[in-house]
């Protein structure tokens, strides 16, 4: 059932807080099927009440809603899922405290292996980039298509492609064996987000 949902457009929220309801509103318009809730900042109570409210946007649109980090935010809230990077906690204690139905990503970078390891543990999907340069992480580790290759033909867990994905550049990446594309800026900073959206999604629509 999970692995079912695990597929298309993944919109991640811009660290701004300025606009962002209404980017992940614009997103859901435009087909995206899952959101991602990504803030860094230390202001406990206003990330509860942003999370709260942008989770029921997803539900009322049937997409699933996951928290970047934060196992804490994730249970209060009752959100779908989170997502782990290396320096956050591990997957087998955050699947004590979310229960066996919540979803977990794991960010891999350019690592196989540690992909391998995720799904070991656990993990529901595995994240590799940045396939493209990002102004997000500029120094961020690079993941190629030809990676995303093998790690669609290799790896038993869906695939999530991440980095500078934009509607004119992430065909390739869908067709090297993405199961997800997680975008940031290609729908924050479109001219229309909705648009964008619309555009992304509409690559997963046969196949």
Known sequence: ?????????????????????????????GGARLV?????????????????????????????????DDVELTAAIGADGVHLGEDDAGIGKARAVLGPECVIGASCYDDLERARSAI????????????????????????DLDLLRRAHRELDAPICAIGGITPENAAPVVAA???????????????????????????????
């Open 120 to 143: 070991a543990a656990g993990a529901d999907y595995v994240a590799f980039g940045s396939v493209y340069p990002s102004p997000t992480k500029p120094r961020a580790r690079r993941a």
């Open 177 to 207: 064996g993405a199961d997800m594309i997680a975008v940031i800026q290609g729908i924050s900073e479109a001219a229309d987000p909705e648009i964008a959206a619309r555009r992304l999604q509409a690559l997963f629509a046969t196949g």
């Open 36 to 68: 991602q809730y990504r803030d860094k900042s230390g202001d406990a109570g206003r990330r509860l009440t942003e999370a709260r409210r942008l989770a029921e946007h997803c539900r009322e649109s049937g997409a699933l809603f996951l928290v970047n």
């Open 1 to 29: 059932m999970i692995r079912r949902l695990l597929r298309g457009l993944y919109f991640v929220t811009p660290e701004a807080v300025a606009g962002r309801t209404g980017l992940v509103a614009a997103a859901l318009r």
